[in-house]
């Protein structure tokens, strides 16, 4: 328990047990690029160039095979089955359906609402969640008491799994004995029908991704405020900027590609939401509500897929996610150049 | 002079290098001291992040009658270990815990190791496409899961390996992020003199890697190995696919739970405790370890 520990407090502490090795940096920086000792003979001198070529491809080999067999591969297959009829109920017959999987989505309004659902939600977990995060990201850059305790503790809804944190959401927005709604009771409002109504439910899905994340982005904004070079803010403060103008005019404009990231990051997230209306539908989970309030695009390819058995037109939801991510990071990387040509 | 010694010296006054800079260019807020008023908004986010943790707890020691009164419980009962007793047999809370600690560990060894192999590759060897071959590992990282489902489950279906550990342990065996977290890190961390140094000595690469790639990178490799094993043990979409109550991980089990396995609300909340806690524990230990990775893995991302 305590070595990595140790390990990660001091990164260089087995360092200083072998001192005096400075010689030993001299040479190398001196002999650099000369082949290895000469008294080694041709076949060993071979082997040594063929490791040098070759280490590094074999070093990048894994990732690769992993990924051609576990993404790449599979990508182009769900491309092909994309346009098969493939049932669940009979894996071993395929046959060739051309569009009709595209098509049957597009004239389907099961789709359409699902497209709207990721949207909307993704827009209303997302917004709120970055802005929160810069909010909070300023506070934890203040000279804190605890400031580590400060960070972990904001961190610590990351711990909890998409599974268990909704499960807990569900409990506090249920309708009879929630804890929300009897929060909401103090302050004069009606209860809520989180699980029934349209925007309710929404508003209950998201807030388990806005908990979840909040934090994390917190610490990424962080890390990049505490790169902004301090004189930044004080030239900022000799020309009269309070420290609300410091943070919109310095603060935020060095965040810009920090931002853009995140909002790159949030957006595939969104784009694949799919636990947390899972979870949060309950017994009928896959159907993302009784009016399909809150079925996302993942939640309705899990649906089609496993829970009605049509692995053809899943594969067809999948491929239909992609290129609107596709499409999302193009316009994404036209924002971000305009940007940068404005600046 | 065997590469063992050449290694470690230099790691030390780099790694101070890296360092310093950021805590020179602190942004102004940091040199001013928080007021009352930046600790009460604090505090409200920290009651926000800790109170449904707290409250899981709380509800996990009543009983399933008691969570549908209101107003809702607010303090603990006496249930919790008669509950989480249920949701360790009953909901396959035990065999799940057991299966997810072999499968997010099997991942967190390979990911490391194989990361640091090729984010070493990455940032440190010369070969050709190498600029290109990074571009499309940070590019695959845009990919959704859903995209490789289907197939998947055809051929582990195929191979006859449904509901089998290693349908989830072999597609996370090495994952883009941690490539790239590792090659962000060695770029600084390893100063490229040593391994010349070791390579003038007639070092193979095997042995350039074990004596000075693994001891550089080894407190990184530290923190992606906790940032790995907490994203494995939270993994959902794939492991509800691949495997069911019969074999779950914990995600497949709060899953069923979630689904009417066990209609008892208070043993869900168990559930969900339970499940979390490992996580939870390695957070306490931990915590400023995990919060140094994500802040160091975002400055360079």
């Known amino acids: 328990?305590?070595?990595?520990?140790?390990?990660?407090?001091?990164?260089?502490?087995?360092?200083?047990?072998?001192?005096?090795?400075?010689?030993?940096?001299?040479?190398?920086?001196?002999?650099?690029?000369?082949?290895?000792?000469?008294?080694?003979?041709?076949?060993?001198?071979?082997?040594?160039?063929?490791?040098?070529?070759?280490?590094?491809?074999?070093?990048?080999?894994?990732?690769?095979?992993?990924?051609?067999?576990?993404?790449?591969?599979?990508?182009?297959?769900?491309?092909?089955?994309?346009?098969?009829?493939?049932?669940?109920?009979?894996?071993?017959?395929?046959?060739?359906?051309?569009?009709?999987?595209?098509?049957?989505?597009?004239?389907?309004?099961?789709?359409?609402?699902?497209?709207?659902?990721?949207?909307?939600?993704?827009?209303?977990?997302?917004?709120?969640?970055?802005?929160?995060?810069?909010?909070?990201?300023?506070?934890?850059?203040?000279?804190?008491?605890?400031?580590?305790?400060?960070?972990?503790?904001?961190?610590?809804?990351?711990?909890?799994?998409?599974?268990?944190a909704t499960l807990v959401f569900t409990l506090l927005y249920s309708w009879d004995g929630g804890m929300v709604n009897w929060l909401l009771d103090f302050v004069g409002i009606d209860p809520i029908n989180w699980r029934e109504s349209d925007w309710g439910s929404q508003f209950a899905v998201s807030s388990i991704v806005i908990w979840r994340w909040t934090g994390y982005n917190a610490l990424i904004y962080l890390a990049a405020m505490q790169a902004i070079p301090a004189d930044l803010y004080e030239s900022a403060a000799i020309d009269g900027a309070n420290r609300w103008q410091q943070f919109i005019h310095v603060t935020v404009p060095q965040l810009r590609p920090t931002i853009l990231f995140t909002v790159v990051v949030s957006t595939i997230g969104a784009t694949q939401l799919f636990g947390e209306p899972l979870l949060f539908g309950g017994v009928s989970g896959s159907k993302g509500g009784s009016e399909h309030q809150y079925q996302t695009l993942g939640l309705y390819m899990y649906d089609q897929g496993w829970i009605i058995g049509n692995l053809g037109k899943a594969s067809a939801i999948a491929w239909s996610m992609f290129l609107i991510l596709l499409i999302v990071a193009a316009i994404n990387l036209l924002v971000t150049r305009r940007l940068r040509k404005s600046q | 002079m065997t590469t063992s010694e050449l290694t470690l010296p230099q790691a030390e006054p780099q790694a101070g290098k890296k360092r310093g800079p950021s805590r020179r260019v602190m942004g102004a807020g940091k040199q001013l001291h928080a007021g009352p008023v930046t600790y009460l908004v604090l505090a409200v986010f920290a009651l926000v992040?800790?109170?449904?943790?707290?409250?899981?707890?709380?509800?996990?020691?009543?009983?399933?009658?008691?969570?549908?009164?209101?107003?809702?419980?607010?303090?603990?009962?006496?249930?919790?270990?008669?509950?989480?007793?249920?949701?360790?047999?009953?909901?396959?809370?035990?065999?799940?815990?057991?299966?997810?600690?072999?499968?997010?560990?099997?991942?967190?060894?390979?990911?490391?190791?194989?990361?640091?192999?090729?984010?070493?590759?990455?940032?440190?060897?010369?070969?050709?496409?190498?600029?290109?071959?990074?571009?499309?590992?940070?590019?695959?990282?845009?990919?959704?899961?859903?995209?490789?489902?289907?197939?998947?489950?055809?051929?582990?279906?195929?191979?006859?390996?449904?509901?089998q550990l290693q349908t989830v342990i072999l597609p996370t065996l090495v994952t883009a992020f941690g490539t790239f977290f590792m090659r962000q890190y060695l770029v600084q961390a390893l100063p490229s003199e040593l391994i010349e140094a070791a390579r003038v000595d007639g070092a193979s690469s095997i042995r350039?890697?074990?004596?000075?790639?693994?001891?550089?990178?080894?407190?990184?490799?530290?923190?992606?190995?906790?940032?790995?094993?907490?994203?494995?043990?939270?993994?959902?979409?794939?492991?509800?696919?691949?495997?069911?109550?019969?074999?779950?991980?914990?995600?497949?089990?709060?899953?069923?739970?979630?689904?009417?396995?066990?209609?008892?609300?208070?043993?869900?909340?168990?559930?969900?405790?339970?499940?979390?806690?490992?996580?939870?524990?390695?957070?306490?230990?931990?915590?400023?370890?995990?919060?140094?990775?994500?802040m160091q893995g975002a400055i360079k991302g």
Do not use: C
């Not at chain 1, 041709?42 to 992993?66: E, H």
């Not at chain 2, 440190?124 to 990919?143: A, E, H, P, Q």
């Not at chain 2, 939870?280 to 140094?292: C, E, H, R, S």
């Open chain 1, 1 to 164: 328990m305590t070595s990595p520990k140790q390990a990660l407090a001091h990164p260089a502490s087995s360092a200083e047990a072998a001192p005096g090795s400075q010689p030993g940096a001299a040479r190398g920086a001196h002999g650099r690029g000369t082949p290895p000792p000469e008294d080694k003979s041709p076949w060993r001198s071979r082997l040594y160039r063929w490791d040098m070529k070759a280490s590094p491809y074999v070093f990048i080999a894994p990732f690769f095979v992993i990924f051609g067999a576990f993404s790449l591969i599979p990508l182009l297959y769900t491309a092909w089955y994309s346009l098969h009829d493939v049932q669940l109920s009979s894996l071993d017959t395929q046959t060739w359906a051309g569009l009709d999987n595209y098509q049957n989505l597009l004239s389907s309004d099961f789709f359409w609402n699902a497209l709207k659902n990721t949207f909307t939600i993704g827009v209303i977990s997302t917004v709120p969640q970055l802005m929160a995060a810069i909010g909070l990201a300023h506070l934890l850059n203040y000279r804190l008491r605890g400031s580590t305790v400060w960070r972990v503790v904001m961190l610590t809804p990351y711990a909890t799994s998409v599974a268990a």
């Open chain 2, 49 to 163: 992040s800790l109170a449904p943790l707290v409250w899981t707890a709380i509800a996990a020691s009543r009983t399933d009658h008691r969570l549908a009164e209101t107003p809702p419980p607010l303090w603990f009962g006496g249930n919790l270990f008669k509950n989480m007793q249920t949701a360790w047999d009953e909901a396959g809370l035990g065999t799940a815990m057991l299966n997810s600690v072999i499968v997010a560990g099997a991942i967190t060894i390979s990911t490391v190791l194989f990361s640091t192999l090729a984010g070493f590759a990455f940032a440190k060897l010369r070969f050709r496409f190498s600029g290109f071959l990074l571009l499309l590992t940070i590019g695959t990282m845009m990919i959704p899961p859903q995209l490789a489902v289907v197939p998947l489950y055809l051929w582990m279906a195929d191979l006859g390996w449904s509901n």
């Open chain 2, 208 to 294: 350039v890697v074990w004596h000075v790639v693994f001891p550089a990178a080894r407190p990184a490799m530290a923190v992606l190995g906790l940032l790995t094993f907490v994203f494995a043990w939270n993994d959902f979409l794939w492991p509800i696919i691949a495997l069911n109550q019969q074999n779950p991980t914990v995600q497949v089990a709060l899953n069923s739970l979630g689904t009417g396995y066990v209609p008892d609300q208070a043993v869900i909340m168990a559930g969900a405790f339970l499940g979390t806690l490992p996580l939870l524990i390695a957070f306490i230990l931990f915590g400023k370890q995990i919060v140094g990775g994500i």
